[in-house]
């Protein structure tokens, strides 16, 4: 096989495992309950891996630092969407503070 076979192959099974799961959720939806303490870890367990996976970005780049720059972007964004902002304000700002601190070297 040559090599884009083999990637062809992969997206194609990676597809159909992927519709498998989705269509396998909503068939066992109504079959398989989870007690109200799993419910409540497998929520608090998406917000915990989403702000890792922010925290990550926002403070290294490579194996380093980021600098000040991009966490105060960040930072912005953060307070702006929970202060409920429209979302294009919200990355406008992020990025507008961002390149306001990179330009005066912060």
Do not use: C
Request: charged share 15%; proline share 4%.
């Amino acid at each position: 096989m040559k090599n884009n076979d083999l990637l062809v192959a992969g997206v194609l099974i990676l597809t159909a495992g992927t519709y498998g799961f989705r269509w396998a959720g909503q068939l066992l939806r109504t079959r398989v309950r989870f007690p109200p303490r799993a419910v409540e870890l497998l929520e608090v367990a998406a917000v915990v891996l989403l702000t890792a996976l922010v925290a990550v970005t926002a403070f290294t780049q490579g194996h380093g630092s980021a600098g000040y720059a991009r966490p105060a972007g960040v930072a912005v964004a953060g307070l702006l969407a929970w202060r409920k902002a429209p979302f294009i304000v919200v990355v406008l700002a992020a990025a507008v503070t961002t390149a306001l601190l990179r330009f005066v070297k912060l």
